[in-house]
């Protein structure tokens, strides 16, 4: 199955399967891109959030316009920073970025509980290995992407260029099916 990609300089399609790196400076616009990727020809994503709260994610989709009930949202910060959870049928948490396994778990069960086409956005790898440490989010990335792959969707995942050494980039870069790459002046160049 194929989806649109809705990314300027990107091919129309990318095939069921396809994950793809967002690697962005570390105060870059990435909201623009990631809201293009879930919203374009989607029955249903999850969007993995390490950076922000379950809140602040609907209050994106909601000022970019993204259809919220094809939402799903994994609030890896709440619990951690003590902040109150929201109980709702679209809503999960995990305690911590850290909790690498839950956020492959919940990805699963997404991708098992949803039909047609589905995207998952992790937003962001560089605060999970913050968390966490590269080596782990770098085996999290790749279970991830195995069961995009094994479900026929498709991923966009934020890593900071300023935070990682080069040789990590370059790890995390030949992981991937494709790269996006925003610079600071919002210029997007695509490598599939």
Do not use: C, W
Request: aromatic share 8%.
């Amino acid at each position: 199955m194929d989806y649109s990609l809705a990314v300027e300089n990107g091919p129309e399609t990318i095939p069921g399967g396809t994950g793809l790196l967002l690697v962005h400076p570390s105060i870059g616009e990435t909201d623009r891109i990631d809201t293009d990727f879930l919203k374009t020809d989607t029955d249903a994503f999850l969007v993995v959030s390490t950076r922000t709260t379950a809140r602040e994610v609907e209050q994106k989709l909601e000022y970019y316009d993204v259809d919220e009930t094809k939402a799903t949202i994994l609030d890896t910060l709440s619990v951690e920073r003590g902040y109150s959870r929201r109980t709702a049928d679209d809503v999960y948490y995990v305690s911590a970025p850290d909790d690498l396994d839950g956020v492959v778990d919940r990805v699963e069960r997404f991708l098992t509980e949803n039909e047609g086409k589905r995207r998952v956005s992790v937003d962001s790898l560089t605060e999970m290995a913050y968390y966490a440490d590269d080596d782990a989010v770098y085996g999290a990335a790749a279970e991830i992407l195995d069961l995009l792959d094994e479900h026929d969707a498709v991923g966009i995942f934020h890593l900071s260029e300023e935070v990682h050494e080069v040789a990590t980039l370059d790890r995390f870069r030949e992981l991937f099916d494709g790269v996006i790459d925003l610079d600071g002046e919002g210029t997007v160049t695509v490598d599939l």
